[in-house]
């Protein structure tokens, strides 16, 4: 039988991450994930910015979360000795109306000034029509498939990695303190749960609620642009490798299928030809869960009642950005007791 430190079920931004900090913490693992529907991670875009939504709400984490995230994305393209996949990426942010630009500007005599520069990167007409102004913000760009590809192949070639999904609601076998998966003939101290949103998890799970939200995303060619920007206006588009670009996402609770939808599409070509002003030609569509909680926190941690099991989920749409300290909190409380913060920690669905 084969003894790792820790299972890891799932490899994407959460199980991904998660096994570089423990290796880089010293610990040994085994990923295992049989990819049996799309994942978030494969359509997300892997934008990081400081300032999201209609509100101009500022992420109240943003100086922790970035300073962590670009370290480690770094460290591991050194590791693998890889071509990068992280990037610093100008964001600008489009006003929709001058009432827009209003609001944003009184929130900018406050807290926004100082991360925002007020002159957005683009106001040239071959590319952007209805123009009311913007700003610019710092940020960056996973290429996300890049990273768990690239990953997943380091994995594989040094026997981390195997292509099943785990049955979750199949009892666990603990025993003298290790978790045991026979038919893989494998046991770990810890297991540790990293699955994304599934729609019956395993049975000690069950208290955690999740508010899933489904999204959509389309990959298009543009004529005769190549952006190197971010830019976002209700929708994102972002760059894309051989100059294509990707636009999201749509927001839908009730349809939890990763199947994309005629209305998914119309509904993001339509948004996009309010400001976006080159011709432009669909080449792919894609949908996916976000693993979402209700209270917007992720779930992490070392479960209450079961000290072999652990969680790293509910990373929401913010998964690019957040992982890497997550994962560093998960490493902490499994090797040194450290409490993970209530409001992210799996034990507050146990209370
Ligand atoms: C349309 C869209 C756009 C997004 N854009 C962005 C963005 O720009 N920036 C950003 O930061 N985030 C974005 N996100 C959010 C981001 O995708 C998620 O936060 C993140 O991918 C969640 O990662 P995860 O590993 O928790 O879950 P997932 O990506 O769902 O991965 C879970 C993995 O677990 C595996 N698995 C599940 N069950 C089992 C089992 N029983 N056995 C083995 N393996 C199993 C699955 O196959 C999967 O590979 C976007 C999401 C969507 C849907």
Redesign the pocket.
């Known amino acids: 039988m084969k003894n790792v430190d820790a299972i890891i079920?799932?490899?994407?931004?959460?199980?991904?991450?998660l096994a570089w900090t423990l290796l880089e913490a010293g610990l040994d693992f085994v990923v295992?994930?049989?990819?049996?529907?799309t994942?978030?991670?494969?359509?997300?875009?892997?934008?990081?910015t400081p300032i999201t939504g209609r509100c101009f709400a500022f992420h109240p984490e943003w100086d922790d979360n970035w300073r962590i995230a670009s370290r480690f994305y770094r460290s591991i393209e050194k590791r693998i000795n890889t071509p990068r996949f992280f990037h610093h990426v100008p964001m600008t942010r489009l006003f929709r109306s001058d009432s827009e630009a209003l609001e944003f500007h009184s929130k900018a005599e406050s807290r926004l000034r100082g991360a925002v520069s007020c002159e957005p990167a683009t106001d040239d007409p071959r590319l952007i029509r209805d123009f009311h102004g913007g700003f610019q913000m710092p940020g960056g760009?996973?290429n996300?498939p890049e990273y768990?590809s690239r990953s997943r192949d380091w994995f594989q070639q040094s026997n981390r990695f195997l292509p099943?999904?785990?049955?979750?609601n199949t009892p666990l076998t603990i025993r003298e303190g290790r978790v045991q998966l026979c038919e893989l003939d494998l046991s770990a101290r810890w297991i540790v749960?990293?699955?994304?949103?599934?729609p019956s998890p395993a049975e000690f799970l069950s208290p955690i609620q999740f508010n899933p939200?489904?999204?959509?995303?389309l990959d298009l060619e543009p004529a005769e642009i190549s952006l190197s920007q971010v830019i976002h206006r209700g929708i994102?588009i972002?760059p894309q490798p051989l100059d294509a670009i990707r636009v999201?996402?749509?927001y839908e609770w009730n349809d939890l299928s990763d199947v994309p939808t005629p209305e998914g599409r119309q509904w993001l070509l339509n948004r996009l030809a309010e400001f976006f002003a080159p011709e432009t030609k669909v080449i792919g569509q894609?949908?996916?869960?976000?693993?979402?909680m209700h209270d917007f926190h992720p779930v992490v941690g070392i479960h209450p009642h079961l000290p072999n099991v652990g969680v790293?989920?509910?990373?929401?749409?913010?998964?690019?950005?957040?992982?890497p300290r997550l994962a560093q909190a998960l490493v902490g409380q499994m090797l040194n007791q450290t409490p993970i913060p209530e409001k992210d920690s799996l034990s507050r669905w146990y209370n």
């Open positions: 079920v799932g490899q994407g931004l959460a199980g991904t991450t295992l994930d049989g990819k049996s529907r994942s978030a991670s494969e359509v997300a875009a892997g934008l990081m760009q996973l996300v768990l099943v999904n785990v049955e979750l749960y990293c699955t994304g949103f599934v939200a489904r999204g959509e995303i994102w972002a999201g996402a749509t894609q949908a996916a869960i976000r693993p979402t790293l989920n509910g990373l929401g749409s913010k998964g690019s950005l957040t992982a």
